[in-house]
């Protein structure tokens, strides 16, 4: 670095370490971009900028990463640790400004890997953003501009606190000069596509140009589809054109969102202070994998499952805050009261009635609306379930918003679509009381400003809350494989509803739930609650509740269920003390130490958090269940057995696992239980509980006996009466679950529900139970009968059997 620059950085030091308070993205970029610091390290920048320069320097040596202004040695030469790809006088599009140091230091390293096999310098591209206000669209500024001095200092005063310092991914130039060579053309192609990238990583943090609302509103007006509907609705309704017109836009003044970008910084200071009063922290996982999607020029549609109110906040706050524009929500109509309604708008909320079905202006409105959003490159987001789950669990589906993501694709976007599913969990959901109430028939209260005040005097510390960042699913990708003649369908109106649209949007409804799932966050809070559930009085010692959160976390652990599912890094004595600081215990001291148990309605509210993560333990869950009825089996007879019941799980909890893995999985599994000492596994091949150590196994097993009673409720009813329909199954099941939760003193709130049955009867099907007519094989539903009631304590076994006579006797009789 020359004198004149380094005397002009150091006067810089003093200003901008009170005026810039920097934001680096990742927040572990050793770590999360797998950069190796025994390596040389290039910085990349954009614009010549001393300020940007400083202000890099003060983040990355904060992180670990090697100081910018020092210099870097590679075999005995000495240089500079940075480099800039445009001169600062111009503008991203004059394609032929690149320094020619930087091109001279490019071509110096490049030359000096044809030389040594072994050197691989590393450089970084890295973004100084002052602000991420989007631009206008009557504004025609390049994403990435050069500041002048007087600019710039006008962007340190006005920006200084949202100033956001990106990271990017390494590139490698040992990659570089093994893949393309080492001569001056490759150092001018680094440059130009580093240009691009940052222009990239700018409009990934701040989104497209954002339209005013009038216009808007007048470019939707002039499309195509919106015109027929209009003329058509003034025929059906026998009204004018103009009176129509003024109807559409209405309903677009309805739905629409309108974006403003100092209500979201300053709804983030807001939410800062809100989540530190109410939460010990957020834990957020995976989100390199979103930027990186956002960065290459994906139109994102995030899915997220449904817990709480909380979850459109804390998404935007969390994409905010990992350097991406939060997204456009759908939001249900019934969130459109004041003064809630204008700040959700304000903050990316278009709002959809909850049922438009026959309402084809209403409905072509939104279509185009939504298609307007994608074609403009917003990122969108919408909860598929449809509503908050009031059980904990994944709801089935709604696939609406769905069907619409896919004809806005079959409208010829350029761009490539990608569903990112997000799990959202929490060690205290504020609404979850309430949700029992409601399952218990109260009805539910309509939202108003009267309960947004009366829930935040309520607000308290509510433990830790989860994002997870699932798996993503390219669109283009998924159409290809199970419609490949979609692009054949390309529809500019966005009118056409092809014939294969239906049953690909079920699959892929499936696959994103699952993916959901797959994505799921264990905490300390679930955990116990899985674990004192499992016990008959809802109680454990306290040495026992911490033996059975360590068999959890070792299962989880040592048979991992997917690669982005999360387990706590604490131990299990550490996590049950977290918990019970959550105050939803009861605590009482004997002579022989402490007993946590839940109070009865505790125990209901706690199912919801069980129900949050059941799914990950179902497996291990019925082998144990299997083992403790049975005391022993062969490994071969559990695979056949476990066989037999997982398609009903799988489409219940959507588990991911396929068919094909379930024999190896079954045996890590069991595995796994005999390292633990739960059981044990003799010459050939034969599993036995071990019965030193059963409490273990036993409370495991209990996790998946109320779904295992439900099953045998309709399977057994099935055998009993097949001739019975597919409606009459379902009530009197319904009935006799009803009855056996009082008996039995069962409390899970979806072990009666409708829609839990409707699902097992639609796995009947697929599984060839029933066939198209629904007549039952009976032996082979027999078979799977007999194999539920051998699962089951005798008790409740007995209660399901005498139920099924008398809900039987009146058809018998008549």
């Not at 919106?226 to 739905?255: F, L, P, W, Y």
């Not at 209403?362 to 598929?384: D, M, N, Q």
């Not at 109260?442 to 433990?463: D, P, Y």
């Not at 809802?538 to 911490?546: F, K, N, Q, V």
């Amino acid at each position: 670095m020359s004198s004149g620059q380094s005397f002009s950085s150091s006067l810089l030091k003093l200003p901008l370490s009170m005026l810039v308070k920097g934001t680096a993205i990742p927040a572990n970029p050793i770590d999360d971009l797998s950069i190796d610091i025994n390596k040389p390290i290039i910085y990349a920048l954009p614009y010549r900028s001393n300020v940007d320069l400083v202000t890099l320097q003060k983040q990355v040596v904060e992180l670990g990463l090697p100081d910018p202004f020092e210099p870097v040695e590679i075999n005995g030469k000495s240089f500079k640790r940075f480099v800039f790809t445009t001169s600062r006088e111009t503008v991203m599009r004059n394609d032929q400004d690149v320094p020619s140091e930087s091109i001279s230091l490019f071509s110096d390293l490049l030359e000096l890997h044809k030389f040594d096999s072994e050197l691989d310098v590393q450089v970084i591209p890295t973004t100084v953003l002052w602000g991420r206000k989007p631009g206008k669209e009557s504004q025609n500024k390049p994403y990435l501009q050069s500041l002048n001095g007087p600019q710039k200092a006008k962007a340190v005063i006005l920006s200084g606190r949202d100033c956001l310092v990106r990271i990017s991914p390494v590139v490698s130039l040992r990659y570089m000069a093994d893949s393309h060579g080492t001569d001056a053309s490759i150092a001018h192609k680094l440059a130009r596509v580093a240009r691009i990238h940052f222009s990239r990583q700018k409009l990934a943090a701040s989104g497209p140009n954002l339209p005013s609302r009038q216009a808007l509103f007048k470019r939707l007006m002039k499309s195509k589809a919106i015109e027929k509907v209009i003329e058509d609705e003034a025929k059906a309704k026998n009204i004018s054109i103009d009176k129509a017109r003024k109807e559409a836009h209405d309903i677009m003044d309805e739905i629409a969102a309108d974006f403003s970008y100092s209500l979201v910084k300053n709804g983030d200071r807001l939410l800062g202070w809100l989540w530190n009063r109410i939460y010990q922290g957020l834990n957020i996982n995976n989100a390199s994998t979103v930027r990186k999607l956002a960065q290459d020029g994906h139109e994102i549609v995030y899915v997220p499952c449904h817990r709480s109110h909380m979850d459109y906040l804390l998404l935007s706050y969390v994409l905010y805050h990992e350097g991406m524009v939060p997204p456009h929500i759908a939001a249900g109509i019934n969130l459109n009261f004041f003064p809630a309604g204008p700040i959700f708008r304000r903050g990316g909320a278009f709002f959809i009635r909850r049922s438009f079905k026959g309402n084809k202006l209403y409905s072509t409105i939104f279509r185009e609306y939504l298609a307007e959003l994608f074609a403009k490159g917003y990122s969108v987001e919408y909860f598929s379930e449809g509503g908050r789950s009031r059980t904990g669990r994944l709801l089935q589906a709604k696939t609406g918003m769905l069907a619409m993501t896919i004809q806005a694709m079959l409208r010829g976007l350029n761009r490539p679509v990608t569903l990112v599913p997000v799990y959202i969990g929490y060690e205290h959901v504020m609404e979850v009381s309430t949700y029992a109430k409601e399952l218990r028939g109260k009805r539910k209260e309509k939202e108003n400003a009267g309960l947004v005040l009366r829930t935040i005097r309520k607000l308290r510390n509510f433990g830790q809350g989860y994002v997870n960042f699932g798996e993503p699913i390219p669109l283009n990708q998924y159409l290809n494989e199970h419609a490949p003649e979609w692009t054949k369908d390309i529809d500019p109106m966005g009118s056409s509803k092809p014939q294969w649209l239906n049953p690909v949007v079920n699959g892929l409804a499936t696959k994103m739930m699952t993916h959901i799932n797959d994505a799921a966050a264990t905490n300390a809070l679930t955990l116990c609650a899985t674990a004192l559930l499992a016990s008959r009085q809802r109680a454990l010692s306290r040495d026992s509740l911490i033996h059975q959160i360590d068999c959890y976390l070792s299962l989880l652990k040592n048979v991992p269920y997917s690669s982005t599912y999360t387990v706590p890094e604490e131990d299990a004595e550490s996590l049950v003390k977290h918990a019970e600081s959550l105050d939803k215990f009861v605590i009482e001291s004997d002579s022989m130490g402490e007993i946590v148990s839940l109070d009865r309605n505790q125990s209901i509210l706690m199912t919801y958090y069980r129900n949050n993560i059941i799914h990950l333990l179902a497996l291990p869950s019925l082998i144990a269940q299997m083992l403790v009825r049975h005391q022993q089996l062969s490994l071969e007879q559990i695979k056949a057995n476990v066989a037999l019941v997982y398609p009903f799980l799988k489409q219940e909890l959507f588990l991911s696992i396929e068919e094909s893995q379930l024999g190896e999985l079954t045996e890590a599994y069991i595995e796994e239980l005999a390292h633990q000492g739960a059981v044990t596994i003799d010459d050939q091949e034969n599993v036995a509980i071990n019965q030193a150590n059963t409490q273990v196994l036993v409370l495991l097993g209990r996790t998946i006996t109320e779904t295992l009673q439900r099953y045998s409720i309709a399977l057994n009813l099935l055998v009993s009466n097949p001739e019975l329909g597919k409606s009459d199954l379902e009530k009197k099941s319904q009935d006799i679950a009803q009855r056996l939760g009082r008996l039995h003193g069962i409390n899970a709130p979806e072990f009666f529900d409708k829609g839990v049955f409707s699902a097992m009867f639609t796995t009947l099907k697929q599984q060839a139970y029933l066939d198209v007519d629904g007549n039952c094989d009976t032996e082979k539903s027999a078979k799977l009968a007999n194999l539920l009631y051998s699962m089951l304590y005798p008790e409740v076994r007995l209660t399901i059997k005498e139920s099924i006579c008398q809900a039987t006797e009146p058809e018998a009789k008549s």
